[in-house]
């Protein structure tokens, strides 16, 4: 039996009963990890896969992955199949978004505990069977019901209210302004909401303004999350900054013509999406990549961003500066025109913790589309190795010159599958890494070749694969959504390709791609004549039935996207293939996808030694790898970083 004590983020109304305990080592991600009208486990990657944690108390380090957790933790709560507690490593303010909405605006629900514990790493190791929390934060833990119940009444001082744990919000003189500042009462409750969150993270949190946002709380994932926008035009909201929207739920142009079924939840996607145009949102925007619009973030730029791989994206290779917002706190950010001073937004919380070190690992570069290949899988493992702390990548610098901005989307997209921090740098290409920043980190993880092929692996599929190959059915591509270079790109693979350059009749080939970017793309018609059907508005992760997908549940779906094939198999419950556009391209024509072995890969050990011993002496004068003056997106930023990473090796 065991007692803990811990830090109430969000207090609950649950009945306090001895319940079963569900316990992972590994963050997940509640959209694409939970189903949330079963309480489910679906991300098929996870330890967790296939347990239902409804009623449960489930304990994990924190979420991970999509801003979506929010919705799907709200709806949770409402269908009643959440956990009665949900117990964290870190202070996690993204998974707290939804019970802090379902408080709010459904007052009848019945709302979780969300504790944050200190002793994490002991409460994983006892492994308990059983467990309840209190109110005041308190859980006693044990491998039967009676052994809980029996420290409970022993000790009765377990239940008493503690004053650290006081969860009725007292307001700084400076959020009391910001409330009485409110005109209208969606604007009120927009600062309560953003004032609770803040709380959530910080113990005395001030704001700062923000000058863009862009919203994932408008992908319809149930009735709660739809209610709650209309609420907010109901009750006069309207935003203050610059707002683009986020992929929705379907094509709102053409979702007849694709053969959509208009059915309750489409029509109701429909209806969100108005909803958040009518509180002045973007109503040409519609995409998972806003980097790709016109006017994106500038370095420093403070924004408030949804959708976890522009978040990624933002921090990372563009140098602005957001936090991971959950949905709901991301309409709620730019209706008044702040955010938390917390996180990625301070320049001392941009600072990595952890090194990841690829400078044993030889890439190829000969072959473009085997090389791209690269970053989706490289993106998904680094977000796992980082463990929820901002990590810097290195060994890439002398690649630089190959690396391309579509790369980097593919990895950022990846990262944030897998990864809790909102950014990652990476030495010689991203504009805030340095050598300062490589000499700080007092952790380091060696990035492996045999990690980099067990990571292909999980996202490929392929363990019963046959050597000659495996038919496919389906083609996705645009996840994030395409980029004008990319259709470009799969526009000159099709044209070195034997007349008549039509895609096989019985392959579906499918593109998303924002509608700004696909009115002016120059290669989409070519790409039409070959066979490729376009959807905008909407994502891959958003659509999860047919048409959309294959009809057939025992179909395979190939993609190049490596966000698409980590969600995709739980979200569709269809058979993944991970590959590159060249891949993609030739299984579309062929309905052929064969084995990868090994020596195919993009990578393989290197046979260089970089670290020898010797003194700290002469390492002044060494070039450094930060940002050039030409600007945050040269590439050429490769420096002679080597001598002074081996000292820092040395030193562990």
């Given at each position: 039996?065991?007692?803990?004590?811990g830090?109430?983020?969000?207090?609950?109304?649950?009945?306090?009963?001895?319940r079963?305990?569900?316990?992972?080592?590994?963050?997940l991600?509640?959209?694409?990890?939970?189903?949330?009208?079963t309480?489910?486990?679906?991300?098929q990657?996870?330890?967790?896969?296939?347990?239902?944690?409804?009623?449960?108390?489930?304990?994990?380090?924190?979420?991970?992955g999509s801003?979506?957790?929010?919705?799907?933790?709200?709806e949770?709560?409402?269908?009643?199949?959440?956990?009665?507690?949900?117990?964290l490593?870190d202070?996690?303010?993204?998974?707290?978004v939804?019970?802090?909405?379902?408080?709010?605006?459904?007052?009848?629900?019945?709302?979780?505990?969300i504790?944050?514990?200190?002793?994490?790493?002991?409460?994983?190791e006892n492994?308990?069977?059983?467990?309840?929390?209190?109110?005041?934060?308190?859980?006693a833990?044990?491998d039967?019901?009676?052994?809980?119940?029996r420290?409970l009444?022993?000790?009765?001082?377990?239940?008493?209210?503690s004053?650290e744990?006081?969860?009725?919000?007292?307001?700084?003189?400076?959020?009391q302004?910001?409330?009485?500042?409110?005109?209208?009462e969606?604007?009120?409750?927009?600062?309560?909401?953003?004032i609770?969150?803040?709380?959530?993270?910080?113990?005395?949190p001030?704001y700062?303004?923000?000058?863009?946002?862009h919203i994932d709380?408008?992908?319809?994932?149930?009735?709660g999350?739809?209610?709650?926008?209309?609420?907010?035009?109901?009750?006069?909201?309207?935003?203050?900054?610059?707002t683009?929207?986020?992929?929705?739920?379907?094509?709102?142009r053409?979702?007849?013509?694709?053969?959509?079924?208009?059915?309750?939840?489409?029509?109701?996607?429909?209806?969100?999406?108005?909803?958040?145009?009518?509180?002045?949102?973007?109503?040409?925007?519609?995409t998972?990549?806003?980097?790709?619009?016109?006017h994106?973030?500038?370095?420093?730029e403070?924004?408030?961003?949804?959708e976890?791989?522009?978040?990624?994206?933002?921090?990372?290779?563009?140098?602005?500066r957001t936090?991971?917002?959950?949905?709901?706190l991301?309409?709620?950010?730019?209706?008044?025109?702040?955010v938390?001073?917390?996180?990625?937004?301070?320049?001392?919380?941009?600072q990595?913790k952890?090194?990841?070190?690829?400078?044993?690992i030889?890439?190829?570069?000969s072959?473009?589309?085997?090389?791209s290949?690269?970053?989706?899988i490289?993106g998904?493992?680094?977000?796992?190795l980082?463990?929820?702390e901002?990590?810097?990548?290195?060994?890439?610098?002398?690649?630089?010159d190959?690396i391309t901005s579509?790369?980097m989307?593919?990895?950022?997209?990846?990262?944030?599958?897998?990864?809790t921090s909102?950014?990652?740098?990476?030495?010689?290409?991203t504009?805030?890494?340095?050598d300062e920043?490589?000499?700080?980190?007092?952790?380091?993880?060696?990035?492996?070749?045999?990690?980099l092929e067990?990571?292909?692996?999980?996202?490929?599929q392929?363990?019963?694969?046959?050597?000659?190959?495996e038919s496919?059915d389906?083609v996705?591509?645009?996840n994030?959504?395409?980029?004008l270079?990319?259709?470009?790109?799969?526009a000159?693979?099709?044209?070195?390709l034997?007349e008549?350059?039509?895609?096989?009749?019985?392959?579906?080939v499918?593109?998303?791609?924002?509608?700004?970017?696909?009115e002016?793309?120059?290669?989409?018609?070519?790409?039409?004549?070959?066979?490729?059907?376009?959807v905008?508005?909407?994502?891959w992760?958003m659509?999860?039935?047919p048409?959309m997908?294959?009809?057939?549940?025992?179909?395979?779906?190939?993609?190049?996207?490596?966000?698409?094939?980590?969600?995709?198999?739980?979200?569709?419950?269809?058979r993944?293939?991970?590959?590159s556009?060249?891949?993609?391209?030739?299984?579309?024509?062929?309905?052929?996808?064969?084995?990868?072995?090994?020596r195919?890969?993009?990578?393989?050990?290197?046979?260089?030694y970089f670290?020898?011993?010797?003194?700290?002496q002469?390492?002044?004068?060494?070039?450094?790898?930060?940002s050039?003056?030409?600007?945050?997106?040269?590439?050429?930023?490769?420096?002679?970083f080597?001598?002074?990473?081996?000292?820092?090796?040395l030193r562990?």
């Amino acid at each position: 039996m065991t007692t803990y004590s811990g830090r109430v983020l969000v207090e609950g109304n649950t009945e306090h009963t001895v319940r079963p305990v569900v316990v992972s080592d590994v963050s997940l991600s509640f959209w694409g990890g939970i189903d949330e009208k079963t309480g489910v486990v679906i991300d098929q990657s996870h330890p967790l896969h296939g347990q239902c944690v409804a009623g449960s108390i489930l304990v994990l380090p924190s979420g991970r992955g999509s801003c979506t957790a929010s919705q799907v933790m709200l709806e949770l709560i409402l269908n009643k199949k959440s956990p009665a507690a949900l117990i964290l490593r870190d202070r996690d303010g993204l998974v707290s978004v939804g019970a802090l909405v379902a408080e709010a605006i459904f007052p009848e629900a019945s709302v979780l505990d969300i504790i944050q514990v200190e002793e994490f790493e002991s409460l994983i190791e006892n492994k308990p069977e059983y467990g309840k929390v209190l109110s005041n934060g308190t859980m006693a833990f044990g491998d039967t019901v009676s052994e809980v119940e029996r420290v409970l009444d022993t000790d009765v001082s377990l239940g008493g209210k503690s004053n650290e744990n006081e969860t009725s919000l007292v307001l700084t003189e400076e959020e009391q302004s910001m409330v009485n500042s409110a005109k209208t009462e969606a604007e009120k409750r927009a600062y309560e909401c953003v004032i609770r969150y803040a709380h959530i993270l910080s113990d005395r949190p001030t704001y700062i303004d923000v000058k863009k946002a862009h919203i994932d709380g408008c992908t319809y994932i149930g009735p709660g999350g739809l209610e709650f926008a209309e609420r907010l035009v109901k009750d006069g909201g309207r935003v203050k900054i610059p707002t683009t929207l986020n992929s929705v739920s379907t094509d709102l142009r053409n979702w007849e013509k694709l053969g959509i079924i208009p059915t309750e939840s489409q029509q109701s996607s429909i209806r969100l999406a108005h909803a958040y145009v009518a509180l002045g949102c973007s109503e040409s925007s519609f995409t998972c990549a806003p980097y790709l619009l016109d006017h994106p973030p500038k370095e420093g730029e403070q924004i408030v961003w949804g959708e976890s791989n522009a978040v990624v994206y933002a921090n990372s290779f563009l140098g602005a500066r957001t936090e991971k917002y959950a949905d709901y706190l991301d309409i709620c950010c730019a209706i008044v025109g702040k955010v938390p001073a917390v996180g990625a937004h301070l320049g001392e919380n941009r600072q990595p913790k952890v090194l990841l070190d690829a400078s044993q690992i030889d890439f190829s570069t000969s072959d473009p589309a085997s090389f791209s290949l690269l970053f989706p899988i490289l993106g998904h493992l680094c977000g796992t190795l980082s463990d929820g702390e901002v990590p810097i990548l290195v060994g890439l610098e002398s690649y630089a010159d190959s690396i391309t901005s579509d790369h980097m989307k593919s990895f950022c997209a990846a990262f944030g599958t897998t990864g809790t921090s909102p950014l990652i740098h990476v030495a010689g290409v991203t504009p805030e890494a340095n050598d300062e920043m490589i000499l700080s980190c007092q952790k380091k993880r060696m990035v492996t070749v045999g990690q980099l092929e067990e990571t292909f692996k999980i996202l490929d599929q392929q363990e019963d694969v046959e050597e000659d190959g495996e038919s496919i059915d389906w083609v996705s591509l645009g996840n994030p959504h395409m980029s004008l270079s990319e259709c470009e790109d799969l526009a000159q693979l099709i044209q070195k390709l034997p007349e008549p350059r039509k895609k096989n009749e019985k392959v579906q080939v499918i593109a998303c791609m924002s509608r700004s970017l696909y009115e002016k793309s120059p290669a989409v018609p070519a790409l039409v004549d070959f066979g490729v059907s376009f959807v905008n508005d909407t994502c891959w992760c958003m659509l999860l039935h047919p048409p959309m997908i294959p009809d057939d549940p025992n179909a395979t779906i190939l993609t190049n996207s490596g966000k698409y094939a980590h969600y995709g198999p739980g979200l569709t419950g269809r058979r993944f293939r991970l590959g590159s556009m060249d891949e993609c391209v030739n299984a579309a024509i062929s309905g052929q996808l064969t084995r990868r072995v090994s020596r195919t890969f993009p990578w393989h050990s290197s046979r260089r030694y970089f670290f020898t011993h010797s003194s700290s002496q002469g390492l002044e004068g060494v070039t450094g790898i930060g940002s050039t003056s030409e600007g945050s997106h040269s590439f050429n930023r490769a420096g002679a970083f080597v001598r002074r990473l081996a000292g820092f090796i040395l030193r562990k």
